[in-house]
């Protein structure tokens, strides 16, 4: 069974920075594209940062030279780095492995940025 659990999410003031971290139990881990999505109140889950197994990154505009992700293929674990946080960053960040056909879920972490 593949689980992904996510941590590090918390309150932190405009301009801060928080690491999310998300391990992943289970086989899926190693071939899978790692990714993290957000969700804030009343809006869609968006994308926000892709890295597939071989290490490459995509990033949505909105956080694009201020978040980073990275993967640490020995641990089966996906970090985001966020930094200069904005009050526009508060959202729910999902975990998520996809490797076709499967694609898995973490529980979320609530990240909240507010003076």
């Known amino acids: 069974q593949v689980q992904l659990v996510e941590s590090g999410g918390g309150l932190v003031r405009p301009g801060g920075s928080l690491r999310l971290s998300c391990a992943a139990s289970?086989?899926?881990?190693?071939?899978?594209?790692m990714s993290w999505y957000r969700q804030a109140p009343g809006k869609e889950r968006e994308l926000v940062a892709t890295?597939?197994?071989?290490?490459?990154?995509n990033y949505a505009d909105s956080v694009k030279g201020r978040f980073t992700i990275s993967r640490d293929n020995l641990k089966n674990t996906v970090y985001l780095q966020m930094n200069s946080l904005k009050p526009e960053d508060t959202a729910v960040y999902y975990c998520?492995?996809?490797?076709?056909?499967?694609?898995?879920w973490g529980q979320g972490t609530q990240v909240t940025v507010s003076s």
């Open positions: 890295v597939d197994s071989a290490g490459n990154a």
């Open positions: 998520n492995a996809n490797r076709f056909p499967y694609d898995y």
């Open positions: 289970g086989s899926i881990f190693g071939g899978s594209a």
